[in-house]
């Protein structure tokens, strides 16, 4: 009779243990794809839509999908507004595991909403015109007093015009810089061409690609403003995800993945290269 009974329990327990059984691997085929968001808007060479084939494209999705690819991972990606990324929401609700693009710059404000930034490449930012303006401008001081078209939802290219103009025009008597909102380089651009603006202020590698497909038509003025450091934005939640696409950043940095790559999307390697291995929240505060 207990032999029964015990070949009953045996028995009976095998849909538990086949269910267990599925419930594993269907966590871990679920650790194979990686949730990750991109910025909707238009940021070449970093992330873009490919106006022919309108594939995501850029320098940040080739690099994460190395990165996932290392991981034998693959992406699911989701695209997002810049003003809900830096809401963080798409993180907090687990919508997303990770902003895999985006060219959200890692600061120690944006590390307070319980996030981590795996950083990945610097983008120095520069002010910019027409070349067929180069006479007018032959030094930044004379943008002084002129219209200067900059992204409205970065804190960080504001920030770096108040601070320039603070230092460069107020401290020598002359009017400060107009700033004028834009959604973006590709807004500032055409602002420019209208004559909407002086100059504007952009990322290199905006500048560059821009420079790519309209034959050198824009010139940068004067030296950087900064060196702005990029990151992938993760949640504390998940640290393990980061450190692990950390390794893997790490690895093509080491067999030379990392710098192809921004040599292909034409992005300055001295300028752009995150240096010999990866870092997280190693962003500085920026000026406001």
């Known amino acids: 009779m207990s032999r029964k009974i015990n070949r009953l329990c045996v028995l009976s327990g095998l849909p538990l243990a086949a269910s267990l059984v599925i419930g594993t691997v269907h966590a871990q085929d679920a650790n194979k794809v990686i949730n990750a968001a991109h910025i909707s808007t238009y940021y070449p060479p970093l992330e873009f839509r490919d106006p022919k084939s309108g ?22 990606w989701s695209g997002s507004s810049f003003a809900e990324l830096t809401s963080f929401a798409p993180l907090k609700t687990g919508r997303v595991d990770i902003y895999a693009s985006g060219a959200m710059t890692d600061t120690p404000e944006r590390r307070e909403n319980g996030v981590s930034f795996l950083d990945f490449v610097y983008e120095p930012y520069f002010f910019f015109t027409l070349k067929a303006k180069a006479d007018q401008f032959k030094s930044p001081d004379a943008l002084c007093g002129k219209r200067v078209a900059t992204t409205r939802s970065s ?9 320039w103009s603070e230092e460069t025009c107020a401290k020598a008597g002359k009017p400060a810089v107009v700033q004028v909102g834009a959604t973006g380089s590709a807004e500032e651009e055409l602002m420019l061409k209208q004559g909407r603006v002086d100059a504007a202020v952009a990322g290199v590698g905006p500048i560059a690609h821009a420079n790519q497909l309209e034959g050198n038509t ?6 950087p403003l900064n060196k702005n450091m990029y990151g992938m934005a993760f949640s504390n939640e998940k640290k393990e995800l980061g450190e692990a696409l950390k390794k893997a950043l790490d690895e093509l940095i080491a067999d030379g993945t990392y710098v192809k790559l ?19 929240n190693a962003g500085p505060t920026l000026p406001k």
């Open 155 to 163: 804190t960080m290219t504001t920030g770096l015009v108040n601070k």
């Open 55 to 76: 594939e995501l494209v850029g320098f940040a999705i080739d690099l994460f999908e190395a990165m996932a690819k290392k991981k034998g991972a693959k992406v699911n």
């Open 218 to 223: 824009y010139i940068t003025l004067g030296k």
């Open 262 to 280: 921004l040599q292909k999307w034409g992005l300055p390697v001295d300028d752009s290269s995150i240096g010999p291995t990866s870092s997280i």
